[in-house]
């Protein structure tokens, strides 16, 4: 299975703090999904691949911690 392309988009929300103007996601995710933010697009793509592995590791933590109670 290849992996989902990334989808950017420029936001530009209505205030002076420049730094999440752009938003990348992963093609058919939804809202409650993983989101990178940034001020630039590839600030947001390097934001959203840092979350995907950190959100990765958490998961690898809390398996290994199952395992280890049972």
Do not use: F
Not at 14 to 35: F, H, K, L, M, S
Not at 41 to 54: R, S, V
Request: aromatic share 8%; glycine share 6%; with cysteine.
């Amino acid at each position: 299975m290849s992996e989902r392309r990334i989808i950017t988009e420029y936001v530009h929300p209505p205030i002076p703090y420049r730094c999440n103007d752009w938003r990348a996601t992963r093609e058919g995710d939804d809202e409650d999904y993983i989101v990178g933010w940034g001020s630039t697009e590839q600030d947001a793509i390097d934001d959203l691949i840092a979350e995907e592995g950190a959100a990765q590791d958490e998961a690898e933590a809390r398996a290994a911690r199952k395992a280890v109670s049972k």
